[in-house]
Structures are given as structure tokens and as C-alpha cells.
């Protein structure tokens, strides 16, 4: 059988995850990887999901055991709703505002597949989520890259890049505007105030839904949380995603959106041809541990772990790329990632080969654009390895960005 010859045009454009096969390599013995975005597994309140899941098993099979509705555990949506309030200061979300997913990435197809097709224009920014732009992808929509600075969002370039297709004849074809605004994936910036209000301004005046993806927002090690897009803007401009797979565990696989009732709705029949429903037993299992204990009360020694690890790459990055003119990156306040940029004429992609037979693994930077193009820039995630291998790892870095960049006649 010919198998492109039956494969729809979807299909024929699939391609596999870039992160997912290079870090196939990070299990060797003896390596150092700086690539997974996963959080610590010392962190999961395992103990305590292990009592309330034999619990819930026994006590509540008749829901547990049982197809679960599509939207989602009530049980779960009530504390959803009383951790919005405490989170955000989000207040009057009702019940079908919400809706759960299989994780985050779950939730990126869905509003994908509800909002986006051909002619589409969705504004992503550079670098963007890979998952999101996996997901959207899918669609087979028109993009347009948005560049980030060091405070989030170039709204300048944004509202430019509007009036130019605008004039064009294609503001019909706005939908929507995907952003990361807090310790972004990858790049670790978060967005300022001022331009989060901004950016709500010229969303407004151009009729753009703000795709608000905020994964990390709980994990903040330093500085003044600022409000969401969401309670800036509320659900007739922001659809909010959120997910349980950093500040509880990933293994459950539980995301949720929050917004505009129809918009929901629309949501919740997608969900019903994609996969009925979520498990119901993962969802009522948080839902106790969230009656039960404080989950913020829970992330402080993973904050302060996450800390102690964020600190140690920046101390050593200082030490060991301070004297590379052009190499570039930002502290973040929170999340897991730093966005290491290299002088412009270095291939973190080529590089990763010279890396990877030094054991020492990152993620290109091309892996987060969306024309696959070449970049300076590669993603280090803080999260897993111990601050002595971040040490070893980040000077190892060095050596290798030297001896690349002099092959290359750069440095």
C-alpha cells in the first residue's frame, strides 16, 4: 500500500516532536541534561495521593470507576474555582466556565480545533511553546511570530504587524493571539504590567481572542505577582488554560480551561469526539488532596528547590559566558527554563551534536520556531539535575560553545 497516497494532508504534515527524540539521549549513564521540562519527581505528594486514591477507588467507585461526564469532576470544578480566587483573585467563574482536559496539551488542540483552520491567522511568540505550536499545526493555520524581549511580548511589533495585514484586507482572519505571560516556555521572561494591559488594548481594538496559557504561574521564586490577561480582561477577551502537571504532578494529566460559557461548550464537543472524557478517578483524586491539603503550602520546598537550582545555573552561567560578546539570557522569577542566546552566526542545532558527544544535552533553539529555522539560542531547564552537575554541566557548556564557535570561526 502506498501509504501517502492515503494519508490526508494533515497526515502528510505530521512530524515528530523535536524534544521528544533528542532527549532519548539524555538517559545514557553519565550524562547531564538540561532538556526535560519535567518537574522534580521529589517534589509529588505521593504519600499523600496514594491514601486518597485507594480511598476514592474503594469509597467512590461508583464515580471513579465509571465514564465521567466530559466537562469534568464537579467535585474537582468547586475547588477550581476557590483556587482561581486565591491564584488570580478571579472571582464569579461558574461551573460552565470550566472544563477538563488531559493535560495542557489536550487543551491546546481543542481550542485549536474550535477557532483555527486554513485561514486562519494565529500570532504566536518567538520562540514559542512547542506543544502549542504542535497542537495548532494540526489546523493547518497561518502563522505570525511575535517577538519576546526581555519584559515579555513586543507589543510595538504586534500592533505594527496588525495594521500591516489589516490594511491587507485580512483582519477577518484574526483569531487568536497565544501567549506564555508568566516565566515563559521557553524563554523565562515574564510579561510586565504595562504590557499586559496594552496588549488587552490592541486585542480589543483588533477583535483578537488572547490565548492565556499560564503552566508555571504558581512556581515564582522572587518578585510581585502580577494579574492574569484573564482578570485584566475576563472571558469575553481571555481564554484562561491551566494544568495540575508542574505544581502537583504531571502523571495525572489533568489541565483545564476557563472561559466564556459558549466558548466552553464548543470545547466540550470537541472533547466528545476526541476521547468521551477524562478519567474521572484522576480528577476526583485531586480533587480530595485539594479539600484536604494546601497545595501552596506544598510547592514552598519545591520553590525553594527550584530557587536554589535557578540560582546556581545564572551564578554559573555568569562565570562561565560573561566573556562571550553577544551571549545573552535573563534571570527569570519563576518557572524552570533559562533562554540561552548565542552571538549571532552559531547553530545550536549543529552544536547539539558536539554536545552530545560530551554528554551534555539541551534543547536547540529551532525546536521552538515555527519555520524550523536555524537559531542561536538553546532552551536549559534548572529542574532535574543537582546543583553540582549544573555546575559541571553549564562549564562543560562552555567548553564545547568555544571549541564550536571556533571551528566556525566565531570566537
Given amino acids: 500500500m502506498d501509504l501517502d497516497s492515503k494519508l490526508s494532508e494533515v497526515g502528510r504534515n505530521l512530524r515528530s516532536s523535536l524534544i521528544r527524540e533528542l532527549l532519548k539521549f539524555a538517559s ?20 499523600e495521593l496514594a491514601q486518597i486514591a485507594q480511598e476514592v477507588t474503594e469509597k ?9 461526564s466530559t466537562e469534568g469532576d464537579d467535585e474537582l470544578a468547586t475547588q477550581i474555582i476557590k483556587l482561581l480566587d486565591r491564584m488570580y483573585g478571579i472571582k ?24 483555527l483552520d486554513k485561514d486562519s491567522i494565529c500570532f504566536v511568540e518567538f520562540p514559542v511553546y512547542l506543544g502549542a505550536a504542535s497542537a495548532f499545526r494540526m489546523t493547518m493555520t497561518q502563522f505570525e511570530s511575535i517577538p519576546l524581549e526581555d519584559d515579555g511580548i513586543d507589543v510595538d511589533y504586534f500592533e505594527k504587524k496588525l495594521e500591516e495585514l489589516d490594511n491587507a484586507g485580512k483582519r477577518k482572519n484574526f483569531r487568536l493571539l497565544y501567549t506564555v505571560p508568566n516565566f515563559h516556555n521557553p524563554a523565562g521572561v515574564t510579561m510586565s504590567l504595562e504590557k499586559r494591559k496594552r496588549l488587552i488594548e490592541i486585542c480589543d481594538k483588533y ?20 494579574p492574569s490577561l484573564y482578570s485584566l480582561a475576563g472571558p469575553e477577551r481571555v481564554i484562561l488554560l491551566n494544568t495540575f502537571s508542574k505544581i502537583l504532578t504531571p502523571g495525572m494529566r489533568i489541565g483545564v480551561i476557563i472561559g466564556r460559557a459558549d466558548i466552553v461548550r464548543k470545547v466540550n464537543m470537541a472533547k466528545q469526539g476526541a476521547d468521551l472524557c477524562s478519567p474521572g478517578l484522576n480528577q476526583r483524586i485531586v480533587a480530595r488532596y485539594l479539600e484536604r491539603y494546601d497545595v501552596f503550602e506544598h510547592l514552598k520546598p519545591a520553590i525553594e528547590l527550584y530557587r536554589g537550582k535557578k540560582n546556581t545555573m545564572i551564578k554559573a552561567l555568569e562565570e562561565n559566558f560573561s566573556d562571550i560578546k553577544g551571549a545573552h539570557w535573563v534571570n527569570p522569577e519563576g518557572g524552570l527554563f533559562i ?16 554536545a552530545k558527544a560530551k554528554q551534555i544535552y539541551y534543547i536547540p533553539g529551532e525546536a521552538f520556531t515555527i ?12 529542574c532535574l539535575p543537582s546543583e553540582e552537575k549544573i555546575i559541571e554541566g553549564i562549564k562543560k557548556l562552555k567548553e564545547i560553545t568555544v571549541e564550536y564557535g571556533k571551528t566556525k570561526g566565531l570566537i
Fill in 60 to 68: 467512590e467507585y461508583k464515580y471513579t470507576l465509571q465514564y465521567n
Fill in 339 to 354: 533562554w540561552l542566546t548565542l552571538p549571532d552566526g552559531f547553530d545550536t542545532m549543529e552544536m547539539f551534536e558536539l
Fill in 92 to 115: 464569579d467563574v461558574k461551573r460552565d466556565n470550566i472544563i477538563f482536559t488531559t493535560g495542557s496539551q489536550q487543551a491546546l488542540d481543542l481550542v485549536a480545533r474550535i477557532l
Fill in 28 to 47: 545514557v549513564p553519565g550524562s547531564i541534561s538540561f532538556g526535560g521540562g519535567v518537574p522534580d519527581p521529589d517534589t509529588f505528594p505521593r504519600r
Fill in 371 to 382: 519555520d524550523d529555522g536555524k537559531s542561536s539560542s538553546m532552551r536549559l531547564s534548572f
Fill in 207 to 226: 477583535d483578537i481572542i488572547i490565548l492565556e496559557d499560564d503552566p508555571y504561574g504558581m512556581l515564582r521564586f522572587e518578585g510581585e505577582s502580577l
